[in-house]
């Protein structure tokens, strides 16, 4: 069920004794809330569990570009992710368009190419250098083809801060009591109020729930290295193809 900002707000400093069963909040004391919800949102952001949304997003890719700014107003026109799940092209050009994998190369990784300009007709690879107000993401090696390629990436999308105490809220269960209970926790210095042991054990449980419903499955990986056998460089097993 959808609430506002400003009844958020007003539950997290009844949960002080600021305000008594059906007070309302002063202006004042709204808007310090309310600014005191989007530190919080600000602080969470930067953490993965606490990110329910994982949004596909699509681009179109021009030939022999490697970088595509990620952000707000970049090339890839998306809130700035703190974390990139997955990062595809998509031939579009095929009769029955078909998206491709590529694979993630860490910072150390991206260190130890040795060209970085070399180029092909479609990328294996992307490296994210997570800039800040933008990013940039490189393709490697950089795609050369002409034909109808786009870009496809995987962002975790986390709450973006609320713009006003009438803003509505609406998401996942576990969210609303989790603002109202950490809100108090953040407000309770600047109104003289001590948490008890019970109400910081139910913030730190709201941000557990949630972090629990956010956990997200992964297929499971191996080291190709772990599978050669002997010097010929042959495979033990491929689970895809047999023997």
């Known amino acids: 069920m959808a609430t506002t900002v400003r009844t958020i707000v007003e539950d997290a400093l009844g949960e002080l004794n600021v305000l008594a069963l059906g007070e309302s909040a002063s202006g004042a004391d709204a808007a310090a809330g309310l600014r005191a919800l989007n530190n919080l949102i600000d602080q969470w952001a930067a953490e993965k569990l606490q990110i329910y949304g994982i949004v596909r997003t699509t681009w179109t890719m021009v030939a022999s570009t490697q970088t595509y700014t990620v952000g707000t107003g970049g090339d890839v026109n998306i809130a700035r992710p703190q974390y990139i799940e997955h990062v595809n092209f998509l031939d579009n050009g095929l009769a029955k368009p078909q998206e491709y994998q590529l694979s993630h190369l860490t910072e150390d990784a991206w260190s130890r190419v040795p060209i970085k300009t070399l180029t092909s007709p ?3 690879s992307w490296y ?6 933008l990013g940039n993401l490189s393709f490697w090696p950089v795609p050369t083809s ?3 390629l786009l870009g496809v990436i995987y962002a975790a999308t986390a709450v973006t801060e609320f713009a006003g105490l009438g803003t509505s809220v609406a998401l996942p269960p576990g969210y609303r009591r989790m603002f109202v209970k950490n809100l108090a926790l953040d407000l309770a210095a600047s109104y003289g109020r001590e948490m008890t042991a019970s109400m910081m ?3 730190e449980e709201t941000v557990s729930v949630v972090k629990r419903n956010n956990k997200r499955t ?4 191996i080291d190709a290295g772990a599978l050669i056998q002997g010097r010929d460089g042959k495979f033990i097993y491929d689970i895809n193809t047999g023997p």
């Open 128 to 133: 994210y250098d997570s800039a800040y107000p």
């Open 146 to 148: 002409s034909s109808d």
């Open 122 to 124: 479609f990328p294996t």
């Open 218 to 221: 992964m297929d499971m990986s």
């Open 201 to 203: 054990r139910d913030a």
